[in-house]
């Protein structure tokens, strides 16, 4: 059975930084994309980042971009986000998600954790 | 700014057909992008319902359907049920953005 466990979140303030990490396991982590979205409260999905299976190949929403890092140790079955210069507008439910689908434009997302909190506030 | 835009609510009484439209442009759907749909249960992580434009996952029931065309995809409910409540979003990639996109969000609501 698939499982995806994310961790790492909490309370910030504006400026700071933070790592989440999605821990896999039930399939071959090495063999398949990941992703980052994010949902603030009470509001929609929003995708944040990808990163192909060979984590070479990575992906951000303009939103993050530049403050955002994404990274996977596939020896470990974990998926990473770093994450600096944090803002309010960055407070959201994180969820690391598995992906499926080929090529990259078709890539969706199978398999989802539960998510984790991040709340940037002074 | 999403650049994929669906109804914000769409209802219906139990047992009958809704649908939820999926809007978007020539750089993301209207490229070839496949789209995706997903259900979000209240207080729940999104769980996917619709891969590859109209392929259900194992599990998902066939009251469930989707189809696309020109720059805009549509998620059919038939046999509307109470556990069907739920935000629903269509997700694709979009070229100019070299990213992947979600929708808006609908809630459907069991009246």
């Known amino acids: 059975e698939v499982y995806l466990s994310e961790s790492g979140g909490g309370l910030v303030q504006p400026g700071e930084s933070l790592r989440l990490s999605c821990a896999a396991s039930?399939?071959?982590?090495?063999?398949?994309?990941m992703t980052w979205v994010r949902q603030a409260p009470g509001k929609g999905l929003e995708w944040v980042s990808a990163?192909?299976?060979?984590?070479?190949?990575?992906f951000y929403a303009g939103s993050v971009k530049g403050r955002f890092t994404v990274s996977r140790d596939n020896s470990k079955n974990t998926l990473y986000l770093q994450m600096s210069s944090l803002r309010p507008e960055d407070t959201a439910v994180y969820y690391c998600?598995?992906?499926?689908?080929?090529?990259?434009?078709?890539?969706?997302?199978?398999?989802w954790g539960q998510g984790v909190m991040v709340t940037v506030s002074s | 700014q999403s650049l994929l835009t669906q109804p914000p609510s769409v209802s219906g009484a139990p047992g009958q057909r809704v649908t939820v439209s999926c809007t978007g442009s020539?750089?993301?759907?209207?490229?070839?992008?496949?789209v995706h749909w997903y259900q979000q249960l209240p207080e729940t992580a999104p769980k996917l319902l619709i891969f590859?434009?109209?392929n259900r996952p194992s599990g998902v029931p066939d009251r469930f359907s989707a189809s696309k065309s020109g720059t805009s995809a549509s998620l059919a409910i038939t046999g509307l049920q109470a556990e069907d409540e739920a935000d629903y979003y269509c997700?694709?990639?979009?070229?100019?953005?070299?990213?992947?996109?979600f929708g808006t969000g609908t809630k459907v609501t069991v009246l």
């Open positions: 990163l192909h299976d060979d984590g070479v190949g990575r």
């Open positions: 039930g399939f071959t982590f090495s063999w398949f994309a």
């Open positions: 998600a598995k992906g499926a689908g080929d090529p990259t434009r078709n890539y969706y997302f199978d398999y």
């Open positions: 997700q694709s990639f979009d070229s100019s953005l070299s990213g992947f996109v």
């Open positions: 020539r750089s993301n759907i209207g490229a070839g992008s496949d």
């Open positions: 590859g434009n109209n």
